[in-house]
């Protein structure tokens, strides 16, 4: 995994979208809460849009059944993770948010529970 | 600490604070025979699907978890290749990942805001079992 750095044009206040799959989404007692699991990749590089440059028409095109959540980039800053910009054919606003260079796993699960529990669902997933 | 000599019987605690129940296993398997079935790129983030030694150990920690009584997990997907089970009863939460190498990270948080974290060892029924009797608890 290359060295990332993070990108401090990308404001602290800044949005941050993911999409949700169905099985991200659990009920909880005051209505339905994100899994940590929607804010782990094996690849230690979580994709998100950054919502300033797209829509949430365009994040959510060719994937009617997943939900969207939103972070703001201050929030896995926080814990040292960089954000940066990815843009790739089709989707300018693509982005990703990388785990600190040598992270042992075991502080890769405290992190995506706490990036989790401060995201919103913006969108609840549909179930088939 | 004295190193236990190969002719000692080792005896690992291994009983159930609740009783297996067959239904739940049942469920289990068929959540993981539905996760192994995601295509590649079923995050719309390019992720591959379940990796093979992760449905081999996922197939593994079921039937420990089953034999250790564990209540029905949600079971989510992981971008990468992995698989994520967890558990919450009032404030206490138990996540168990298997890596895209199949390494189980474990997560236990008996208190809103305190968390213990680690890797399982590879041979991890015994471990299992410890984590599913603090839960169950």
Request: glycine fraction near 6%; charged fraction near 30%; aromatic fraction near 6%.
């Amino acid at each position: 995994m290359p060295i990332r750095i993070d990108d401090l044009s990308i404001a602290d206040d800044d949005l941050l979208w993911r999409r949700l799959h169905p099985d991200w989404v659990l009920p909880a007692d005051d209505g339905f809460r994100i899994s940590s699991a929607a804010f782990k990749d094996g690849r230690r590089e979580v994709s998100v849009d950054l919502a300033a440059l797209t829509t949430q028409e365009k994040t959510l095109a060719g994937f009617p059944d997943q939900g969207l959540a939103e972070i703001k980039a201050g929030v896995p800053r926080s814990l040292s993770h960089a954000i940066v910009r990815d843009p790739i054919e089709d989707n300018p606003a693509h982005a990703l948010i990388c785990e600190p260079p040598g992270q042992p796993n075991r502080k890769r699960e405290r992190d995506a529970k706490e990036i989790a529990r401060q995201a919103s669902i913006l969108k609840m997933p549909q179930r088939k | 600490m004295s190193t236990p000599r190969y002719d000692q019987a080792i005896v690992i605690e291994t009983d159930p604070v609740v009783e297996p129940d067959p239904l739940v296993l049942s469920r289990m398997l068929d959540k993981l025979a539905e996760l192994s079935e995601l295509p590649e790129n079923w995050d719309g983030y390019g992720s591959p699907g379940i990796q093979p030694v992760v449905k081999e150990t996922a197939s593994d920690l079921i039937e420990t978890l089953h034999k250790a009584g564990a209540p029905m997990p949600h079971f989510a997907p992981v971008s990468g290749g992995g698989i994520q089970l967890e558990w919450r009863k009032k404030n206490r939460e138990l996540e168990l990942e298997i890596l895209p190498n199949g390494e189980i990270a474990f997560l236990k948080a008996p208190e809103p805001g305190e968390m213990e974290e680690g890797i399982l060892p590879l041979s991890f029924h015994a471990d299992v079992f410890e984590l599913v009797k603090w839960f169950n608890a």
